[in-house]
């Protein structure tokens, strides 16, 4: 069954993107389609003089951001589809957003993209994961695999688009629930990659390991420091997700 890659990076205490700051995120991913072999095909801006609709890349939507620097928005979607798609919010194959939410000071960056055109993990999937987390400072992120019907960007943007499993449903509704601080101290849940800030990775999980420990007492495992950022980047080999989870189960250290 093919499978969809989503890389969810989030921060609640960095400041408004701006107009640079979209304009970085917008470059880095006509950089990152470019890559993978990709043409985009639909552009959308949110903000003072934009209704988020979903526009024909190269249109005038996306040509008076250009012309203003991406002034006054507060996000930004590019999406690659089918030719002649006429449901370009759903049967994309591979979307991009960059958005800030004024009520939270949620910034949340979702980068999604088939298999097919890009694997997940490796050299390639890393640089890409790294170019994104230098885009700014973040405070925590992500990247996991789905089957493509499953669509994992809703899962970075907290969705639900059907057919999740009671589990899932519980587990999407407690990180739904939580605030900002929780976020900043505890983990979402465990993943292949995982960018982790200090505070998420000396949780305890008992009276004598934490996370940091975990991390580092399993061969399974890589942890690094990712250079000129205050996170760690968390590396999982797909065999040892489900018993990390195990053992970070019940201790306080995750969301869900």
Request: charged residues 20%; hydrophobic residues 40%.
């Amino acid at each position: 069954m093919p499978n969809s890659w989503a890389i969810g990076l989030y921060s609640y205490s960095a400041p408004h993107p701006e107009a640079q700051g979209f304009n970085r995120f917008y470059e880095t991913v006509l950089t990152i389609f470019e890559t993978a072999g990709i043409t985009p095909t639909y552009f959308a801006a949110e903000g003072v003089g934009y209704n988020g609709d979903l526009t024909k890349f190269g249109g005038r939507t996306q040509a008076k951001a250009l012309k203003t620097g991406f002034a006054g928005i507060n996000v930004i979607s590019l999406m690659a589809n089918p030719v002649e798609s006429d449901e370009p919010g759903y049967d994309n194959f591979a979307s991009a957003s960059l958005g800030h939410v004024e009520e939270t000071g949620e910034i949340l960056l979702c980068l999604a993209m088939e298999e097919r055109l890009l694997g997940f993990g490796g050299d390639t999937f890393e640089r890409v994961l790294l170019s994104l987390a230098s885009l700014r400072s973040w405070d925590f992120g992500f990247a996991l695999s789905q089957p493509i019907e499953k669509k994992p960007e809703f899962h970075v943007l907290g969705l639900d688009g059907g057919g999740l499993s009671q589990e899932e449903r519980r587990k999407l509704n407690a990180w739904y629930a939580s605030l900002p601080e929780e976020r900043l101290r505890k983990i979402r849940d465990i993943y292949p990659y995982m960018l982790l800030n200090n505070a998420q990775l000396t949780t305890r999980i008992s009276a004598t390991q934490t996370v940091e420990d975990i991390a580092k007492s399993d061969s399974r495992t890589v942890l690094s420091r990712i250079d000129e950022t205050s996170l760690w980047l968390w590396k999982i080999q797909q065999d040892a997700v489900s018993d990390i989870r195990a053992k970070m189960t019940d201790c306080g250290a995750l969301i869900t």
